[in-house]
């Protein structure tokens, strides 16, 4: 599975932005998925994660209330809706494809990662 993150960008505190992970070379839909970001000196830790049939959704506490995790399997499309960004949200953004149906926040778990895409929250 090849997944391509896209969406990021530069945006001011309380705004939003909508991530896509696009996936090819395979179906995600019997894949849990998730977002993981990494702030520059910080290791990459879990942000969301959503199970195959999008039933299943588990956030950071750092994000909740905040962020929305969603899946099109139809467009084999993974995203993050992210609002009321904070400047502490600034980092790279990765999707990743589970080794199972379920979402989880270990990262070790995850089989496939995109290459990330760099979200900057100026304030």
């Known amino acids: 599975v090849q997944l391509q993150a896209s969406g990021g960008g530069l945006v001011q505190a309380g705004g939003s932005l909508r991530l896509s992970c696009a996936a090819s070379?395979?179906?995600?839909?019997?894949?849990?998925m998730g977002w993981f970001r990494q702030a520059p000196g910080k290791e990459r830790e879990f942000v969301a994660a959503?199970?195959?049939?999008?039933?299943?959704?588990f956030y950071a506490d750092s994000v909740k209330g905040r962020f929305t995790i969603s899946r099109d399997n139809a467009k084999n499309t993974l995203y993050l809706r992210m609002n009321s960004l904070k400047p502490e949200d600034t980092a790279v953004y990765y999707c990743a494809a589970h080794a199972s149906g379920f979402g989880s926040s270990w990262r070790s778990s995850y089989a496939y990662w995109g290459q990330g895409t760099q979200v900057t929250v100026s304030s």
């Open positions: 070379g395979r179906t995600l839909s019997t894949y849990g």
């Open positions: 959503i199970s195959w049939s999008g039933n299943n959704l």
